[in-house]
């Protein structure tokens, strides 16, 4: 929600930076409670670079439910490029009716006489 919200602002940088550095601490609280150890030896262990040229993120690896080895990366808001915002104006207002409105007119006692058969 807020990525896609943000990409469109300008400085999102410094917006992204600061939701990625609070939430790549939050990971790293949440797994030393997990864990009961410290933030620097779990650092040592899952905070790697995920290619050649990447700041490092937390990797996470674990098993599946068939099994099989597997791994996550913390997803980084920060590398994402600036998009432009292209506004549309509507078709048509959207406050004017362009139906024709089918309206009754009637009297109180056939009114209250319809709603007291339902």
Known sequence: GWAMFYQFVDFKAKVFSYIDRVVFWKLAHWLARKYRTGIASLMRWWCK??????????????????????????????????????????????????????????????????????
Not at 83 to 110: A, V
């Open 49 to 118: 670079s995920p290619k050649p040229g990447q700041s490092k993120t937390w990797v996470l690896f674990g098993k599946t439910n068939h099994g099989k080895l597997s791994g996550e990366i913390l997803y980084r808001l920060v590398g994402q490029g600036k998009k432009l915002f292209r506004w549309r104006l509507p078709e048509g207002n959207p406050y004017l009716r362009t139906e024709t409105r089918n309206t009754y007119t009637s009297r109180f006692t056939e009114v209250a006489m319809a709603f007291a058969s339902i």
